[in-house]
């Protein structure tokens, strides 16, 4: 339970920090931007349901579109940052890992449930529709992404000043490094919620 409201709290912080990066201008990318927002708020509902006033099949449809809107951009313009500088080759995997974790929560928000209750109260876990190992290999995925992020926000990183109005510092609270910050975040929230379901 507490793990939960914890996660819960990181996730919203994920969404301030995504809508605050659209509205100073502060995003590399506002598409991908707005689609992660709908992913941690999907986050967010899915950890927290007496609290959700809207339909799983609603859900799912924002979560397909969060996909599909970074995913359909022209090759040539995608992973490309406002000021037409070409991103790292960082930037354009991420838009793979984000259709990766979209996909995997509309699928999740509408397929069949049933709770049981086990040694630490009531769950509520994925019925057949979703097999089992394809849980578990989701799971595998965010743990080992979260772990990488982990892994890069306590290893010291060295300021290029390539993107000047993104990467004011080599600290902690760089921007960059809240951005990352943020996608482990999301990323152990996914795990966590994987693991719950299966």
């Known amino acids: 339970m507490i793990a939960t ?8 912080w994920c969404v301030l920090h995504g809508v605050s990066g659209i509205a100073g ?4 990318d506002r598409r991908l931007e707005a689609a992660e927002i709908v992913m941690a708020l999907a986050v967010v ?3 927290a349901p007496t609290f959700d006033p809207l339909p799983q099949g609603l859900w799912a449809a924002l979560l397909v579109a969060s996909a599909a809107w970074p995913a359909r951009r022209r090759p040539a313009r995608a992973g490309r940052h406002r000021d037409g500088d070409p991103a790292s080759p960082g930037a354009r995997a991420h838009y793979a890992h984000h259709v990766v974790g979209a996909s995997a ?4 928000a509408v397929a069949p449930k049933h709770r049981h209750t086990g040694g630490s109260g009531v769950h509520e876990a994925v019925h057949a529709a979703v097999p089992a190992w394809t ?7 965010f743990l080992a992404y979260a772990a990488v992020g982990v892994a890069s926000l306590l290893l010291p990183r060295p300021t290029t000043g390539r993107y000047p109005a993104l990467d004011r510092g080599p600290g902690p609270l760089a921007p960059l490094r809240l951005v990352s910050a943020r996608r482990t975040v999301m990323a152990i929230g996914m795990f966590y919620m994987l693991v719950g379901m299966s």
């Not at 929560?105 to 999740?108: D, E, G, K, N, T």
């Open 25 to 28: 201008g502060r995003c590399a």
């Open 45 to 47: 509902a899915m950890m």
């Open 135 to 141: 849980l578990f290999l989701l799971a595998a995925y």
């Open 5 to 12: 409201a914890l996660l819960i709290a990181l996730t919203g």
């Open 105 to 108: 929560m509309a699928a999740l």
